[in-house]
């Protein structure tokens, strides 16, 4: 099995948020969503992933690791991926075209069997939920299981929006295309509040438990869970509250309450006497001292509220 990861340039609904990191290289927990992806195609059996990207690793920073650490082959364009899938696919070998967002991922091998079944040239998830109050989903086409034939017929179409344009064509080519929707309960709404929610509902007694070792955790107390090089002052984390973990390298002052369920990302830097409420404070960001931040998103440049 081929696959090809697009890089979701064009999914702006995440704003600002991807405007200072790519879509795909947020975090759920500690782990970004691309990592999380490839995790999952490489337990489904992918040998080769490709990552359609116009920005270039040597002037992207955190690009350029990602390729590295998760061994991808970066690719200028759709077109240029799907023409070496062509050359590598057996007759009887599917392709997987994906935006590498989706926070829970779905079963390959129940989505394989109804590919096959269907005996169609394109099946595509329309999105991925995410639990909260109330239930959200990433939207848009976010991931297609396409025979060779498709691989073929689009080989050189290289399109802004390239799942749903390989779907529009597939239509109209008059080829079998079966699709798997959210249920209807499901609404979609901008991104970010999927991101809040998406984290700090990761954030059971159990998850911590069984993936403490995966992210570098440290439990200090019932309810924190510390990375390594985190330097803590003396701080207050509200036993009444959810779980509150400190990413890697990050600062949070003395005097500080904290209140879960709250993450404070890898790098972060949170001075004295701040209160932190049912947030989620992303890779780098500032928080000046004594500020109050309840049931929000930070970023390093900005503050957005969230109702949660």
Known sequence: MNVVL???????RRYPFAHEVAPNLLPIVETPLLGR???WLRQAGAREIALVSPRNPADDFELARAVVDYQLRPVASLGEALDRSRRQLRLDEL?????????????FSELLERH????N?????RGTHVDGPG???FGSPVLALASPVVSRMMRFDDRPRPLEHMLQTVRARGLGVGSVEPDRRVTVIDNSYALYHANLHMLTPQFLQRSANDHGLTQRSENLWVGRSARLGQISVDPRGGAVVIGRGARVGDGSILCGP?????GANIESGSCLHRSLVLVGSQIPRESWVSRSIISKRL?????A
């Open 6 to 12: 697009l890089d979701s340039q064009y999914d702006l």
């Open 37 to 39: 992806t490839v995790a």
């Open 95 to 107: 392709l997987l075209v994906m935006e590498p967002n989706l926070h829970r991922l779905p079963d």
């Open 116 to 119: 096959m079944i269907g005996r």
């Open 121 to 125: 040239a394109l099946t595509y998830v």
């Open 135 to 137: 239930r959200y989903t």
């Open 262 to 266: 709250t993450i404070v990302g890898r």
């Open 303 to 307: 503050r957005q509220r969230v109702v």
